[in-house]
């Protein structure tokens, strides 16, 4: 019988790492179908918690926030799409562009949450193929709504999601949970509440660590 995991999955839609990491590990999922039942929930985590509404150029983003030059990031992005393409995830070539607030989305991905394991994880996909895989801003509710909509979601009930505040609180304190727990950057994935697995990993790595952890 498949041993039953509990899996966290803390992660920003503003991270091309996060897109690779889940990719990845949905695929070491369907590999390992056999050993393992996991129960997968997205939790939310900010990189940029105080990104102002107009956002950021990309560029000068990470030069400020990591100091690396436009060389070094080309390499950094040419490195990201090849992993992107290894775990079936397609970056825009051309990047992002702009790094924008993703709170609103975090609001809607724990809307999609309570509504079950499957939609929150297809509006997950939906955000991240509108940010990184078309350079679309996840802050704009035309864009969040459209997302919504590929997920197969109720657009009505997510607009008024938008509109008002709700589950702000929840958003909130959730990321504050996973930082007091010593959550500093994401990926992360947190297996039965105690195993730690930093980083977009290979799915074979996650494979591995899925598979000792239902035998053990």
Not at 22 to 40: D, F, K, Y
Not at 136 to 165: F, H, I, N, T
Request: with cysteine; aromatic share 6%.
């Amino acid at each position: 019988m498949p041993t039953p995991l509990k899996i966290d999955f803390v992660s920003d839609i503003a991270c091309p790492w996060c897109a690779i990491g889940l990719a990845a590990l949905e695929q070491a999922l369907a590999r390992s179908q056999g050993a393992v039942q996991a129960t997968l929930r997205l939790q939310p985590f900010e990189l940029n918690p105080d990104m102002p509404p107009e956002g950021e150029d990309l560029t000068e983003h990470l030069t400020r926030k990591y100091g690396s030059t436009p060389a070094q990031q080309a390499q950094i992005q040419a490195t990201i799409r090849a992993r992107g393409a290894a775990a079936g995830f397609a970056f825009k070539p051309e990047g992002r562009g702009r790094i924008v607030n993703t709170f609103d989305a975090h609001r809607l991905l724990h809307w999609a949450g309570l509504q079950g394991e499957a939609p929150q994880l297809a509006l997950k996909r939906a955000l991240l193929a509108a940010y990184h895989g078309r350079g679309e801003r996840v802050d704009q509710p035309g864009v969040l709504l459209a997302a919504v909509r590929a997920a197969g979601l109720d657009e009505a009930r997510a607009g008024a999601v938008l509109a008002g505040g709700e589950y702000a609180d929840a958003v909130r304190a959730a990321e504050q949970q996973w930082l007091r727990a010593g959550i500093q950057s994401v990926p992360a994935v947190v297996i039965n509440d105690r195993h730690l697995i930093s980083g977009g990993q290979p799915a074979e790595v996650f494979e591995q660590a899925l598979r000792q952890l239902a035998q053990a």
